[in-house]
């Protein structure tokens, strides 16, 4: 039987950054993972990341930057300098420049594949981390003093003691169901295709969100002059779009989101998810925590997902590194104010990403009306442009101290949600 204090099953782009956090601590530290952790600094992405484009937070990149990931992925990395965000066939646009809330960029965007590496070259220089891959958690049993975890390896039967089992094993979490914590779902009857695109004019560092009737478009900033594609389709469509060529896939974008950015061409390769909210009832059970998306999984319009979780991890770590010696890691009461702290932000997260699936989608002639009045009033009042940014770039609720650890530290926005994490400011906590 091997003792650990804290048990992470999961190693996805959350649950690496949980061990990467906690990799300093003098906690004994396992992560497992049912692929082989290898670093691998070839072309070919790690494995176990899929072909998403990430929209990374302004308190992600703040946090990834801390944690040591943000200089193996900077080269990658596309800065988001500017949001626009409009609704086929309504007037009313929202336009959002960084400059003009005093910060150089809102955040940068990323392939999912590119974080991934980052984040396995920075776990590589994590010398006191535990790791077990592949394994595969076969059981959990929780008992008065700890968790009795059993894996299956290559070579065999492998038993843990762990004080804490973090979750971060994905949607159909095992942790979650194993800590019989219950989940609410909600069926989109949405699918999503990913691809990246080549643009006839310079996206210079805009994200684009164009809302239709049949789902949102989302044009994202990459290396190299080239945009992320998100489409969203009806699911019951999603079997003749996934049949379409390249040039009529490309034409069907050019319907959703039109020609500001001139042609798209040189189609990338396409996936497609379908799409579904999964919120657990519950974040924490006996010596049990879930984070990312074992805790919550959401739409991605708004693009707020991986953020979120990125938060879940970060908040974690912070009150597991600050907890004392004498005090047990898998404590009952800890937990519960991790959940607690984390209440705010992921509630109001989902709420805002639910709601605004719901709100652009109908086509009733008063909520058309009730949006292009409200882009406009977006577009044209300061006090509610601050905070629908602050919110935008990850800065809600409680802030963890790893959100705020950039190099402009005197940004007033950081300065800001600075003052919420210590308490000081009741305005970033609305």
């Known amino acids: 039987m091997i003792d650990t204090d804290v048990l992470i099953v999961g190693g996805g782009l959350v649950g690496t950054s949980l061990a990467i956090a906690l990799s300093a601590s003098n906690l004994r530290v396992t992560l497992v993972e049912g692929t082989q952790l290898q670093v691998d600094t070839g ?3 790690p494995p176990g990341h899929d072909e998403r484009n990430l929209a990374l937070a302004r308190a992600s990149v703040n946090a990834l930057t801390a944690l040591g990931v943000w200089p193996h992925v900077a080269a990658r990395a596309t800065a988001i300098r500017g949001v626009r965000i409009s609704r ?3 007037f ?7 400059p003009a809330h005093g910060v150089d960029e809102f955040g940068a965007t990323l392939p999912a594949s590119e974080l991934g590496r980052g984040l396995f070259l920075r776990l590589a220089e994590c010398a006191t981390l535990q790791r077990h891959a592949p394994a595969t958690l076969a059981a959990l049993e929780s008992h008065a003093d700890g968790v009795r975890a059993r ?3 290559p070579a065999g039967e492998l038993r843990l003691h762990a004080r804490l089992v973090v979750g971060a094993d994905g949607t159909q979490s095992f942790v979650r169901r194993a800590a019989g914590i219950d989940v609410e779902e909600v069926d989109y009857a949405q699918t999503a295709f990913v691809c990246t695109a080549a643009s006839q004019r310079a996206i210079d560092g805009i994200a684009y969100e164009r809302f239709t009737a049949t789902g949102p478009v989302a044009v994202l900033p990459l290396a190299d002059r080239r945009c992320g594609i998100v489409l ?6 999603a079997a003749r ?3 379409l060529s390249d040039a009529e896939f490309i034409e069907l974008l050019h319907e959703r989101f039109g020609y500001r950015l001139g042609r798209f061409s040189r189609l990338g390769r396409r996936v497609s998810y379908p799409l579904r909210r999964v919120m657990a009832r519950r974040l924490v059970g006996a010596r049990t925590v879930v984070v990312g998306n074992a805790a919550q999984t959401l739409h991605p319009i708004g693009a707020q997902g991986f953020n979120l979780g990125l938060r879940d991890a970060i908040t974690l770590a912070e009150m597991l590194l600050d907890h004392r010696g004498d005090v047990d890691v898998g404590d009952a009461a800890m937990l519960a104010r991790y959940a607690e702290r984390r209440r705010e932000d992921r509630e109001g997260t989902a709420a805002f990403s639910d709601g605004l699936v719901r709100w652009t989608g109908s086509e ?5 009306l009730m949006r292009s009045f409200g882009l406009v009033a977006l577009d044209r009042i300061e006090p509610l442009q601050e905070w629908f940014v602050r919110r935008g770039m990850g800065f809600r609720g409680s802030v963890p101290r790893l959100a705020l650890a950039a ?3 005197t940004a007033s926005l950081d300065s800001t949600a600075s003052a919420a994490a210590r308490g000081g400011s009741k305005d970033s906590r609305r």
């Open 43 to 45: 072309k070919a992405p």
């Open 88 to 90: 086929r066939g309504e």
């Open 92 to 98: 009313g646009v929202a336009r959002f420049d960084a």
């Open 151 to 153: 894996l299956t390896t």
């Open 232 to 237: 969203t389709v009806p699911t019951g469509d």
């Open 241 to 243: 779009v996934g049949a």
């Open 364 to 368: 009733g002639l008063p909520l058309k």
């Open 407 to 409: 190099a402009d530290r």
